[in-house]
């Protein structure tokens, strides 16, 4: 695991989407792993200028996206879909047909969950994985418990992720309760990681990430077994 510290919000942001860019620029065919939630927000700003400043074709590029709530369709403005669109895609030249994010509202949802690690896999897999990480220290919607092994699942959330989510929603009640989200094994499967982490509320899910028991009760401690992880964190005492 490589850590990088930053000062700030800004520069975490500014360093990621740095180093995706150069991925983009340096790679004739990426798969790129998205995240949403309010980390990477500003990380797609950056990237997004400095896509369109140098006139970077994305036609190499293809993103899966790690989850999306169920019940909310791709036109619900509290949608992972919709946040994608709005924050990334429509604001770069990358053809929407490269872009997949779970179907929330698929009829049967265990279908779904099967045909999206075979689109993955269909795709050659995922070479670089942006990640969040929650305070219970979930990844993606893996909540604490969630299996090392697993592939994309419907996931039921826990209190605490409904109560942080609650934030983009006029009231609590109307968060989703349920996830369609890749599994810690899928992610495990890509090349490599880069988990951006702002904020004091991360401290002690980086802790137990970095150093505490790799235990599915803290899904993201599966990361010490992945041989390329990149950590940028604004978080000031967090070591190696
Ligand atoms: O970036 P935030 O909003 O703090 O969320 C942290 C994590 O929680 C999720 O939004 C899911 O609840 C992840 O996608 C994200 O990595």
């Given at each position: 695991m490589e850590l990088s510290k930053v000062k700030n919000y800004d520069e975490m942001s500014?360093?990621?989407?740095?180093?995706?860019?150069?991925k983009i620029v340096?790679?004739?065919?990426?798969?790129?792993?998205?995240?949403t939630g309010s980390t990477p927000e500003?990380?797609?700003?950056y990237l997004a200028d400095m896509l369109n400043k140098n006139k970077v074709d994305l036609s190499h590029v293809y993103t899966v996206?790690?989850?999306?709530?169920?019940?909310?369709?791709p036109e619900d403005e509290q949608s992972y879909h919709y946040y994608m669109r709005e924050i990334f895609f429509d604001k770069v030249d990358i053809p929407l047909e490269n872009t997949k994010?779970?179907?929330?509202?698929?009829?049967?949802?265990?279908?779904?969950?099967?045909?999206?690690?075979?689109?993955?896999?269909?795709?050659?897999?995922?070479?670089?994985q942006i990640l969040g990480i929650g305070r219970n220290a979930h990844i993606a919607f893996n909540e604490p418990g969630t299996s090392f092994e697993s592939g994309t699942h419907v996931v039921d959330?826990?209190?605490?992720?409904?109560?942080?989510?609650?934030?983009?929603?006029?009231?609590?009640?109307?968060?989703?309760?349920k996830a369609v989200s890749m599994g810690l094994g899928t992610i495990?499967?890509?090349?490599s990681i880069l988990l951006m982490a702002s904020g004091d509320g991360k401290r002690q899910a980086l802790k137990?990430?970095?150093?505490?028991?790799?235990?599915?009760?803290?899904?993201?401690?599966?990361?010490?077994?992945?041989?390329?992880?990149?950590?940028?964190?604004?978080?000031?005492?967090i070591e190696l």
């Open positions: 500014m360093e990621a989407a740095k180093i995706v860019f150069q340096d790679s004739n065919r990426l798969v790129l792993g998205l995240a500003k990380m797609y700003e996206n790690l989850d999306e709530y169920v019940g909310l369709s994010l779970p179907n929330g509202v698929a009829e049967d949802l265990g279908r779904e969950t099967r045909e999206y690690d075979e689109m993955i896999e269909e795709l050659g897999g995922v070479d670089l959330l826990t209190e605490s992720t409904i109560q942080d989510n609650a934030r983009f929603f006029d009231k609590i009640e109307d968060v989703p309760v495990m499967n890509a090349k137990n990430m970095i150093h505490g028991e790799i235990t599915e009760e803290v899904p993201a401690s599966i990361l010490q077994r992945h041989h390329d992880v990149k950590v940028i964190t604004d978080v000031a005492d």
